[in-house]
């Protein structure tokens, strides 16, 4: 059974950066696509960025294409998000998923495997 755990959520100011971390264990192989998906209070739960597991795609939502990265150290079962200046409207519970194939997908209800969340909050 695969696992996802998410870390290093928490509150900062507008500009400021944050790093957050997925660990996944139990995969069953390379053939995996990681995402992080966001849900503010009364809105959908939405796409944010997402990685094949072995790098060779990646996609990102506009709203955050070119202040977040999203990558995987060779080493760890590890996904991280980059998030780099932050802005009040990224507050929200971001969520780590994981789907099986190649293909980045955009839709949340194609992902199986999801962590339980953590916290960003950007105060302006």
């Known amino acids: 059974q695969v696992r996802l755990v998410e870390s290093g959520g928490g509150l900062v100011q507008a500009g400021e950066s944050l790093r957050l971390s997925c660990v996944i264990s139990?995969?069953?192989?390379?053939?995996?696509?990681v995402s992080w998906f966001r849900q503010a209070p009364g809105k959908d739960r939405e796409f944010v960025a997402g990685?094949?597991?072995?790098?060779?795609?990646?996609e990102f939502a506009d709203a955050v294409r070119g202040r977040f990265t999203i990558s995987r150290t060779a080493a760890r079962n590890t996904m991280y998000l980059q998030m780099n200046n932050l802005l009040p409207e990224d507050t929200a519970v971001y969520y780590c998923?994981?789907?099986?194939?190649?293909?980045?997908?955009?839709?949340?209800?194609?992902?199986?495997?999801w962590g339980q969340g953590t916290q960003v909050t950007v105060s302006s």
């Open positions: 990685r094949t597991w072995l790098g060779g795609s990646q």
């Open positions: 998923s994981g789907r099986g194939g190649n293909d980045v997908i955009m839709d949340a209800n194609e992902y199986m495997d």
């Open positions: 139990g995969r069953a192989n390379d053939r995996y696509v």
